[in-house]
């Protein structure tokens, strides 16, 4: 009994130590393996596309940017862009508003069918547009005769970015007004508001952060798609190709320094998202947190 109450004892007095706390070597060992990873597949890469894009000087990357097709690759891509973004920003806040307010028939297959994008390869959904729209495609007869041209020109871009961007605001926009609940909606209403007016004065401010990191994201992946686009567009130079396709076919005609200015550009893009990225997704996230604390839990029914 003494050796039990000894043992005790011991276990009494030594020092408590967190689970998540590791001794200084390892915590060295997954700090250093971590900045090797970076180093190599993320700062590295950064650094060739910058050197080999400016090693024959700025003279040679503006005029690599001033040729027509690459400054038809840049308009292109930013049209793409400018549209395919509001119009999933418009379906992301109605989509997002009906799952997490109503409960309606298929709210379920909704839910699945905003996820299929993320689960398709994007080639994929580029030869369904081509099954859909394309010569010998189901509705590609009745385009011809109509002379209506979708695949191999600008609406099937246009359409293919925006099926491989439709998730990103719905799927950021769900958990945001899930958490915000319907009271202050409610109220609103009770108080004589429209359905404009109350979505104007109470849901958009409380979702904003979280609509324009949405926004944000929606949009670098606009930019940045190649596979969906490039089984689309036809790669004809000057009338169907985006940046990213660009890029390709000039490193395929080893025009290397015209290749890398133009993927310098997509990279300051993306370097520019990443911060604008972090800074709202900050604001979104402490946003949510404030409404979680500050709402009364709802029950899981309500809707």
């Known amino acids: ?20 706390t590791e001794p200084a070597w390892v915590r060295a060992i997954l700090i250093a ?49 400018s549209i395919a973004v509001p119009l ?13 307010k109503f409960d309606f028939p298929g709210k379920n297959v909704l839910i699945t069918l905003i996820d299929v994008p993320l689960a398709v390869s994007p080639v994929i959904s580029g030869m369904i547009l081509v099954l859909l729209f394309g010569a010998q495609g189901i509705f590609g007869a009745w385009l ?21 961007t439709f998730p990103f605001v719905a799927r950021e926009l769900i958990p945001i007004m899930e958490s915000t609940g319907s009271e202050e909606e409610e109220a609103a209403l009770v108080l004589g508001a429209g359905g404009w007016q109350m979505f104007f004065r109470v849901t958009l401010p409380n979702i904003k952060w979280g609509l324009l990191y949405a926004v944000i994201i929606c949009n670098a992946r606009a930019m940045g798609e190649f596979g969906a686009v490039s089984v ?35 990279t300051s893009l993306a370097i520019a998202t990443l911060i604008a990225k972090r800074v709202v997704g900050r604001k979104a996230v402490a946003e949510t947190a404030v409404h ?10 309500e809707h």
């Open 1 to 20: 009994m003494p050796a039990e109450l000894s043992l005790t004892a011991s276990f009494e007095r030594a020092p408590a130590r967190s689970a998540t």
């Open 232 to 266: 689309v567009s036809g790669s004809v130079r000057g009338k169907t190709i985006t940046m990213p396709l660009f890029v390709e076919i000039l490193y395929n005609e080893y025009n290397l320094s015209a290749a890398f200015t133009i993927a310098s550009l997509l």
């Open 33 to 81: 393996g971590a900045m090797i990873v970076l180093l190599l597949f993320v700062l590295i890469p950064l650094f060739s596309v910058f050197y080999y894009a400016t090693r024959n000087g700025i003279a040679a990357c503006l005029s690599a940017i001033a040729q027509s097709d690459a400054r038809w690759a840049i308009a292109l891509t930013l049209f793409t862009a």
């Open 144 to 164: 011809q005769s109509h002379d209506i041209h979708i695949i191999f020109a600008l609406p099937g871009i246009v359409m293919a970015t925006v099926f491989v």
């Open 88 to 100: 999933n920003t418009a379906f992301g806040i109605a989509a997002s508003w009906a799952i997490t």
């Open 292 to 301: 979680a604390i500050v709402e009364p839990r709802r029950n899981p029914d």
